[in-house]
């Protein structure tokens, strides 16, 4: 299991490996990492770790102004996802009562899903890693 600085936002993107194109993607290409190291969560840390590539993702192309990295990597920690958008604010989080309709509670979930999730501003962006635990 490779290691690397989740936080170099010099690295340099592989051109065999695009960015997703949305949560679905994104998802997909969680579970063909989980396969292809013969990694068996069970269904309902399988849900949590799909749940947390996708609002990643999701939120970077919705929010953030487009997803602009993405790595996903299996460590002793568990899965531990990168994704960086082009913006600079955080995560915002919603009130029930603000008057949405609908949304607004995809970051609480990442937040209470994820066993660490930090956020780190970069030149044009920011980078969020987050890790969920097998």
């Keep these: 299991m490779a290691s690397y600085d989740p936080w170099d936002h010099d690295r340099a993107v592989d051109a065999r490996h695009e960015l ?65 958008d082009r913006s600079t604010e955080p995560p915002r989080v919603f009130r029930a009562d603000d008057g949405r309709a609908v949304g607004g509670y995809g970051w609480p979930l990442t937040c209470r899903v994820a066993a660490e999730i930090s956020i780190r501003p970069g030149p044009g962006g920011k980078t969020i890693r987050a890790v969920v635990s097998l």
């Design 20 to 84: 997703p194109t949305g949560g679905a993607d994104a998802r997909a290409r969680v579970r063909d990492l989980l396969r292809a190291h013969a990694v068996l969560p069970g269904q309902v840390k399988l849900a949590d770790m799909l749940l947390v590539t996708s609002e990643l993702v999701t939120n970077a192309i919705r929010h953030g102004g487009g997803l602009v990295r993405f790595e996903a990597d299996l460590t002793e920690d568990g899965l531990v996802l990168v994704v960086a």
